[in-house]
């Protein structure tokens, strides 16, 4: 529900993320994560959880991601020496950054398993839309293997701006509804 007043930051996360469907889903995929946690082993999940560190791992191993592809992008659109100059260089980074967003992937999922109300409504969106950035990269990557160029770079600049959007519900989830920022363990919790 739109509450008076709001910003617009979260006046556009209530209207994406206030929907009884995605709550059911949410409450669903959770509760199979849950599951999945409870058989790997302790050590994998406070790394995952960034236990050693003192705060979670995932605003850390995102930075890989990102600058791998705007750094694919600003390569894949700016003037070369040589025709196709830059080319090498962009899938360089493409690669690189696709690659790490796996772990990006894995830390965001174990950390968003321990949310609740709309902080895992709008974790859930988070999520998938990162996902779907990260599958787009994958993609621009075997287009750019196939010769592809000009599908490559729009794949992985869709890609981009997703997870720009993605960017944008990460920071809700931070600034709004303070995930992260306490120095509890949530995992440990019931």
Excluded: C
């Excluded at 994998?44 to 750094?71: F, N, Q, S, V």
């Excluded at 360089?92 to 999922?109: E, P, S």
């Excluded at 709008?122 to 950035?133: Q, R, S, Y």
């Excluded at 010769?147 to 519900?169: D, N, T």
């Amino acid at each position: 529900m739109l509450k008076p007043h709001s910003p617009p930051a979260h006046a556009a996360e209530d209207l994406l993320s206030n929907h009884g469907a995605l709550e059911v889903t949410a409450e669903r995929l959770q509760t199979l994560l849950r599951h999945a946690e409870d058989h790997l082993p302790p050590a994998l999940l406070d790394a995952l959880h960034g236990e050693g560190l003192g705060h979670p791992l995932h605003p850390i191993l995102i930075h890989l991601p990102l600058g791998g592809w705007l750094i694919a992008a600003a390569l894949d659109h700016l003037p070369a020496r040589t025709p196709g100059g830059n080319e090498a260089a962009a899938d360089l980074a493409l690669a690189l950054g696709t690659a790490g967003a796996v772990g990006a992937i894995a830390t965001g999922w174990a950390d968003w398993s321990n949310t609740r109300g709309e902080a895992r409504r709008t974790g859930l969106i988070h999520g998938l839309v990162n996902e779907v950035a990260f599958t787009l990269n994958v993609a621009s990557l075997l287009a750019r293997r196939k010769g592809k160029r000009g599908l490559g770079k729009a794949l992985s600049g869709a890609g981009l701006l997703l997870a720009g959007a993605g960017g944008f519900l990460g920071g809700e989830l931070v600034y709004r509804h303070g995930l992260g920022v306490g120095r509890t363990m949530a995992h440990r919790q019931g």
